[in-house]
């Protein structure tokens, strides 16, 4: 299972897998490999793909993707934690600034466990929205949480530091 890195400006991919298309019809083959699976090894699966769909660009996708992972009861808190981290960076690309707000902060309570990336994704999407106290509260809290992170000290420093 893969995750999203938010860099200071644009999200981009952490890794590729071999690409498949979700927007198809499943084969018979899909649908046998997904009936073979728990329900937690089908989100994990779905967020790995979902990953590879963003990496295209193809945030939509992607987001259905993680719907889908987000809404299934059995899947652990860390699972669904991951899930909302990504359906959050797709919803930043999607512009859709106010829903991956939602995502974050729900990825916050089940403890996502990059939490200087959480901060700086939600900062960039208060960024967005401008509402710019609470884009800079989350990257002073993006700072503490991974003083080294070189993204946090990028987007610290182009927030704070305008010339």
């Known amino acids: ?10 999200a981009t991919m952490l890794a590729a897998a071999p690409p498949t298309d979700a927007s198809q019809p499943r084969t018979s083959d899909q649908a046998n490999l997904e009936r073979a699976l728990t329900p937690v090894e089908v989100a994990e699966w779905r967020i790995d793909r979902a990953v590879d769909h963003y990496g295209r ?10 719907d889908a992972v987000v809404e299934t009861p059995e899947v ?4 669904r934690a991951l899930a909302l981290f990504n359906r959050g960076a797709a ?16 990825a916050e309570t089940l403890a996502f466990p990059r939490p200087a990336q959480l901060h700086l994704a939600r900062g960039i999407a208060w960024e967005n ?3 710019l106290d609470r884009a800079a509260k989350n990257y002073v809290d993006a700072l503490s949480a991974d003083p ?8 610290v420093r182009s927030f704070f530091y305008k010339p």
């Open 57 to 66: 660009g193809e945030f939509e996708t992607a987001d259905r993707l993680l």
């Open 91 to 106: 919803r930043l690309q999607l512009e859709r600034y106010s829903e991956a707000i939602i995502d974050f902060d729900e």
């Open 1 to 10: 299972m893969r995750w999203l890195v938010i860099p200071a400006v644009a």
């Open 129 to 131: 929205l401008r509402i």
């Open 76 to 79: 652990s808190d860390a699972v």
């Open 148 to 155: 080294s992170d070189p993204a946090v000290r990028a987007k």
